[in-house]
């Protein structure tokens, strides 16, 4: 018989080194549980009684819209302005005695570009006088009367 040669049936085949996932997967697992197991163990925290204090809730403040100060305007004529009405410097005074028992009065003093210094400061004194505290004083051209 002439040919190939028959293969040998006892000949061990040849093996290949291979690596086992599931003996490492329950290797993993155990440490994983005994990791979590410990960390437990370490949880042991002391409780220390305490009061909390009370919250008293309070309503909101109510909105009061800001009091528009009273214009007072003094002209080169002497003639005295209350928020565009001509009146007497007496009258001034009387206005600014009532005006001064509003809980946030204020005056804005304005003058003519002609009006003399010393009806200013008179008009000024008269506004302290009434113990009125906010005061400004316009510093810009404003027409007689306006």
């Given at each position: 018989?002439?040919?190939t040669p028959?293969?040998?049936?006892?000949?061990?085949p040849e093996?290949?080194a291979?690596?086992?996932?599931?003996?490492l997967?329950?290797?993993?697992?155990f440490?994983?549980?005994t990791?979590?197991?410990f960390?437990l163990?370490l949880?042991?925290?002391?409780?220390?009684?305490?009061i909390?204090p009370?919250?008293e809730?309070?309503?909101?403040?109510?909105?009061?819209?800001p009091?528009e100060?009273v214009?007072i305007?003094?002209?080169?004529?002497?003639?005295?302005?209350?928020?565009?009405?001509?009146?007497?410097?007496?009258?001034v005074?009387?206005?600014?005695?009532?005006?001064?028992?509003?809980?946030?009065?204020?005056?804005?003093?304005?003058s003519?570009?002609?009006?003399n210094?010393?009806?200013?400061i008179?008009l000024?004194?008269?506004?302290?006088a009434a113990g009125?505290?906010?005061v400004?004083?316009?510093?810009?051209f404003r027409?007689?009367?306006?």
């Amino acid at each position: 018989m002439h040919g190939t040669p028959l293969p040998d049936l006892d000949a061990a085949p040849e093996k290949r080194a291979r690596i086992e996932i599931i003996p490492l997967i329950d290797v993993i697992f155990f440490l994983l549980a005994t990791f979590v197991l410990f960390t437990l163990s370490l949880d042991r925290t002391g409780v220390i009684p305490l009061i909390l204090p009370k919250v008293e809730v309070t309503p909101p403040p109510v909105f009061v819209p800001p009091v528009e100060p009273v214009m007072i305007q003094v002209s080169d004529q002497r003639n005295y302005y209350w928020d565009q009405e001509q009146i007497s410097f007496e009258l001034v005074r009387n206005r600014l005695a009532d005006y001064a028992t509003k809980a946030e009065a204020k005056v804005m003093l304005t003058s003519d570009d002609r009006a003399n210094y010393g009806d200013t400061i008179r008009l000024l004194d008269a506004v302290r006088a009434a113990g009125i505290t906010e005061v400004s004083i316009e510093t810009r051209f404003r027409p007689t009367g306006r």
